[in-house]
């Protein structure tokens, strides 16, 4: 299987504050990987260092086969951030324009293409908001923001979604929806890097599990993290899973 996401021994510290201490882990090809760990334990940090986005203080890290500072095909990479959701929307751009902006890195300079904007008009009906495709994301619920930046990186034809907290402020049902869709994208092979604070989301959606308190407590499937001690280890006496089941 191809390994999409490859650490070796990671370290990261902000100042004096070690945030990841020695992590090796991988990510292959079609993975859900559900990234669990208490507030503050470094979860984020992990997620930004896999991307590129901090520079490790030790250990090594590959974004597709190459090091990841010399990885430079963004468009196989969409990414939400936990802060997604909270954003009006400083752009008055329609959901359409947003997700069009997933297209840039494929047309590079040129116009864009009639299969360009084909891709948009597929990546919008994807995820169901096809309806809102002339409204001003600004103006959409966070449910709805989230579908346009998902539907924006499937437009990029990424091969890897990052999500950081996806559902933060997004009301049940429609966080059951964007679960489902996640499940949808997963099955076409779509390889998932999930934050979620609700552990039992995570361990029914997720096939792989690593929970992090600054250590790495565990990386493997859903099954042996259930059974494994590593939650209770990682968050104290206070951690449980919860299933949901819809």
């Known amino acids: 299987m191809t390994v999409i996401v490859d650490l070796d021994g990671v370290t990261f510290s902000y100042g004096d504050t070690v945030a990841v201490s020695n992590v090796s882990l991988t990510v292959e090809e079609g993975d859900f990987l559900g990234l669990v760990g208490p507030n503050g334990s470094g979860k984020t940090t992990l997620l930004h260092l896999m991307l590129g986005l901090h520079e490790p203080d030790e250990g090594s890290i590959e974004l597709f086969g190459r090091p990841v500072d010399e990885f430079d095909d963004g468009g196989r990479i969409g990414y939400v951030s936990q802060k997604a959701t909270s954003r009006g929307g ?3 751009v ?3 324009e947003c997700v069009t902006m997933g297209r840039f890195a494929r047309a590079g ?14 990546a919008i009906e994807t995820v169901g908001i096809g309806e ?4 001003l994301v600004s103006e959409l619920s966070g449910g709805q923001k989230q579908r346009a930046y998902i539907a924006r990186a499937l437009a990029s034809d990424a091969d890897l979604l990052a999500l950081d907290e996806p559902t933060v402020g997004v009301d049940a049902e429609s ?5 489902a869709l996640l499940d949808e994208l997963n099955d076409e092979g779509i390889t998932i890097i999930l934050i979620e604070h609700d552990i039992g989301v995570v361990t029914d959606r997720a096939n792989r599990i690593a929970c992090i308190n600054t250590e790495l407590y565990h990386h493997g499937d859903t099954e ?5 001690d590593a939650l209770a ?5 206070t ?3 919860v299933h949901h089941h819809h």
């Not at 809102?132 to 409204?135: G, S």
């Not at 966080?175 to 679960?179: C, L, V």
């Not at 042996?224 to 494994?228: D, I, L, Q, R």
């Not at 280890?233 to 006496?237: D, K, L």
């Open 94 to 96: 329609t959901v359409r």
């Open 233 to 237: 280890e990682a968050y104290g006496t």
């Open 109 to 122: 300079r040129g116009r864009l293409s009639a299969a360009d904007r084909a891709a948009v008009a597929d």
């Open 239 to 241: 951690g449980q899973v």
């Open 175 to 179: 966080r059951d929806a964007f679960y």
């Open 224 to 228: 042996s993290f259930v059974e494994s």
């Open 132 to 135: 809102l495709a002339d409204r």
């Open 90 to 92: 400083a752009m008055p």
